[in-house]
Structures are given as C-alpha cells and as structure tokens.
C-alpha cells in the first residue's frame, strides 16, 4: 500500500501532492480576492490553505484513530492538531494586513467571519486538550468554513475584482439546463461512490483484508 511506508516513492507523491493541490488552491482564491496574480496575498493565502487542510485532517483523525482502538497514533494526531491549529492562527493573523494592504476594505468586510472563526479555533484547541474529539471536529470544521463563506459574502457580487461580477460571468441562459443536469448526473454517480469509499477506508485493516 502506497501511504504505509512514508520513505516510499508513492508515500512521497502523495505527500507532495496532499501539499501542492491545498496550495495552488490557496493561491488562485488569492488571486482572486485582489483581482491579479501576483503580489503577497496569494502566497499567503496558498500557506493558509495547506494549514488549515493539515488542521482540518489531524482534528479529523484524532477521533478516527480513537474508534480503531489506536490510542498511540491518537496522541500523535492530538499533537499535530494543536500545533497545526496554533500554525493556522498565526498564519491567518499574518494574512489579514497583507490583504488589506493588496484589497483595501475586504478586512472590514471578514470581520464577523474572522471573530466566528476565531471562536471556533479556540473551540478546537480547548476541545482537543480535553480529549473531546466529536465536539473537535465540530468546531475545527466551523472556523474553516466560516472564513471560506465570509470570504465568498465579503466579495459578493464581484467575482474577480474590479467590477467582473457573477452575472457577468454567467453563462448564456439556453447552457444552464444543460449544465444543471451534467451536475445532477454527476453527483447521482459520485456521491454513492464516495460514500462507499469512506466506508470501506474506515473499517479497521483486518477487516479490509
């Protein structure tokens, strides 16, 4: 198996990849939060994306390796999830002047968001030393998604700064049936098959085998 040995040549892909597609997703929603490609905010914002996807999993697998009855891995899990959340704070601390230096004004727009995740950040972190991993993922899960809806409020209607706004980027009207029903297709296929491979990957290995 390719995650089991990390010296592995595919344990070393896929690490390289569980970094580079978090952070080209970082960079491009930076992007377009300021309008252009360039400048400091979208490195900052591509940091900020791998740590919360490392804070998100770790808070995650805290509970998981719990149910499997692997308290050790459990315990490391807890410890990078502290520092990942610590590493997360700081990171979006950072990131807030750089974006309002390359966005003026999208600070003042985030800030309920910012306090809401603020919160639940420090949530997770009381939460996971009081070993309540549930309540964990809980709050872990609303601190990221609170910025990331912040974020799309904070810049709605424009899309891509200055005035590329959702209308204008639409699609001409006679394509959106056609695109709604590829959607509906798609999810009617994927989403069962999703399920069932959250459930097979979350059965302990000897039942797998």
Known sequence: ???????????R???????????????????????RVGG??????????????AYLAAVFLCREAVTRGEPDLAVDFRRRALGSAVATGVLAVVALPVLEHDAPGMVASLAVAVAVSVVAGVGTIVALLRHHYRTARL???TAVATVVAGWGLAQYPVLVPPDLTLTEAAAPAQTLPVTLGVLIVG???????VALLFRIFSRPAMMRE
């Open 187 to 193: 999810f009617a296929v994927t989403l069962p098959a």
């Open 139 to 141: 709050f872990a899960a």
């Open 40 to 53: 400091w905010f979208p490195v900052a914002a591509a940091a900020l994306a791998v740590a919360c996807c």
């Open 1 to 11: 198996q390719y995650g089991d040995d990390p010296r592995s040549v595919w344990g």
């Open 13 to 35: 892909v896929f690490a390289i990849a569980s970094v580079l597609a978090p952070a080209s997703l970082g960079y491009c929603a930076g992007s377009l939060a300021i309008g």
